[in-house]
T-cell receptor
Framework: DAKTTQPNSMESNEEEPVHLPCNHS???????IHWYRQLPSQGPEYVIH???SNVNNRMASLAIAEDRKSSTLILHRATLRDAAVYYC??????????????FGQGTTLQVKP | GAGVSQSPSNKVTEKGKDVELRCDPI?????LYWYRQRLGQGLEFLIY????????KSGLPSDRFSAERTGESVSTLTIQRTQQEDSAVYLC?????????????FGPGTRLTVL
């Protein structure tokens, strides 16, 4: 599976937007870009995913570069509850795929009141 | 609706003992995954079930680890002759299937401490 690169940590102020970057220069045409987050002492939770077009849901937006070599998770108004580790994960569609998630170290987001 | 549940939430055992960890996936989810997270580390994949079969066991760290799934529902992860390095949070996740566009729903995990 292709590798992703994320900053180790980021800080944000409460109620301000947060842009979490992810580089995936070796992405292939069949790789979906997924974001999960893990709040302290909890299991990971799905945030959003996309393939080529930008995506919005109730939690966040995902902006995907035209060449798909990078993407940005956007939290429109950070709250204290958004403090978590955010994982950018590529998932490939191919014969024999098991759908397992390959987690990197992620970005630890701190939200200051 | 009910999410993924795991039991026990915490387990403390002595080195050398066997332990069983249970996962109840979301009803109707055919894919089930086990992951492990050591303290301060990222998640490691252990094993994947599609129905009751385990086509991918590549993440099991040793033959002391085994898992089964019955009725396309409950799964049990068994660790025999536990070692201190087995101490970790064991997380279970389920999904409609293995497709790369489907999200995985995680349980709260079982924290295993081997003394």
């Amino acid at each position: 599976d292709a590798k992703t690169t994320q900053p180790n940590s980021m800080e944000s102020n409460e109620e301000e937007p947060v842009h979490l970057p992810c580089n995936h220069s070796t992405i292939s045409g069949t790789d979906y870009i997924h974001w999960y987050r893990q709040l302290p002492s909890q299991g990971p939770e799905y945030v959003i995913h996309g393939l080529t077009s930008n995506v919005n849901n109730r939690m966040a937006s995902l902006a995907i570069a035209e060449d798909r070599k990078s993407s940005t998770l956007i939290l429109h108004r950070a709250t204290l509850r958004d403090a978590a580790v955010y994982y950018c994960i590529l998932r490939r569609t191919y014969s024999g795929n098991t759908g397992k998630l390959i987690f990197g170290q992620g970005t630890t987001l701190q939200v200051k009141p | 609706g009910a999410g993924v549940s795991q039991s026990p939430s915490n387990k403390v055992t002595e080195k050398g003992k066997d332990v069983e960890l249970r996962c109840d996936p979301i009803s109707g989810h055919t894919a089930l995954y086990w992951y492990r997270q050591r303290l301060g580390q990222g998640l490691e994949f252990l094993i994947y079930f599609q129905g009751n079969s385990a086509p991918d066991k590549s993440g099991l760290p040793s033959d002391r680890f085994s898992a089964e799934r019955t009725g396309e529902s409950v799964s049990t992860l068994t660790i025999q002759r536990t070692q201190q390095e087995d101490s970790a949070v064991y997380l279970c996740a389920s999904s409609w299937d293995f497709s790369s566009y489907n999200e995985q729903f995680f349980g709260p995990g079982t924290r295993l401490t081997v003394l």
